[in-house]
Every structure is written in C-alpha cells, then in structure tokens.
Nanobody
Framework: VQLQASGGGLVQAGGSLRLSCAAS????????MGWFRQAPGKEREFVGA????????NYADSVKGRFTISRDNAKNTGYLQMNSLKPEDTAVYYC????????????????WGQGTQVTVSS
C-alpha cells in the first residue's frame, strides 16, 4: 500500500485546510486510517483515526471539535478537515493505515504516507 498525503500549506490562525490521503496499490476499505503530526523537536503525536467503515472516529483532545476525519472508500481516500486552526497545529501531518481497528499508537500502523506540511501563522 502506498499513501500520498496532500493539501497542506500556509494558513492564518482561524483558517481551515483539508488534507487528503490517497491510497494506491491495494484497496484500503478494510483498513482503519489514522492521522498523526510531528512538530519540529517534538515526537509524533496522534491526531485522530477512523474505522474502515467510517462509523467510528476518535480524536486527540487538542483537536476535538475542530478537526474531522472522514473517508471515501470508493475513492480509496481519507480526509482530515481542519478548522479553527491555531499556530500550535503547525506540523508535518501524516496519514497511516492498519488492518484492524483505529489506534492511537503510531507503531501499530502498517503503512505510512510521506507527510504534508501545515503551517499556521498567528
């Protein structure tokens, strides 16, 4: 499975971005998808995840109510809608998939995308 994350960029605080994670090589409709981020000098942290069906999502407290994860299995693509962005959301964002349920632990994911930079200016 190859994952391609896109949609990052520079946005002002309070703005919105939508990240996409396109999968190729294999259908990921049976895989849970997670989103993680890593800021300079910090460890990679969990942002949110969605089950294969899309019926179950969970989020880090820091993004709850501002970020929404969704997926379109027909397009083999997942999304991370980010609203009310804050400077502390600045990071490289990664998508990942695993062949079981959503999980907050990065090492438990099987495949990773290359990351897309999100920069939020104050």
């Amino acid at each position: 499975v190859q994952l391609q994350a896109s949609g990052g960029g520079l946005v002002q605080a309070g703005g919105s971005l939508r990240l996409s994670c396109a999968a190729s090589g294999r259908t990921v409709s049976s895989y849970a998808m997670g989103w993680f981020r890593q800021a300079p000098g910090k460890e990679r942290e969990f942002v949110g995840a969605i089950s294969w069906s899309g019926k179950t999502t969970n989020y880090a407290d820091s993004v709850k109510g501002r970020f929404t994860i969704s997926r379109d299995n027909a397009k083999n693509t997942g999304y991370l809608q980010m609203n009310s962005l804050k400077p502390e959301d600045t990071a490289v964002y990664y998508c990942a998939v695993r062949y079981t349920g959503p999980n907050v632990q990065a090492p438990l994911y099987d495949y990773w995308g290359q990351g897309t930079q999100v920069t939020v200016s104050s």
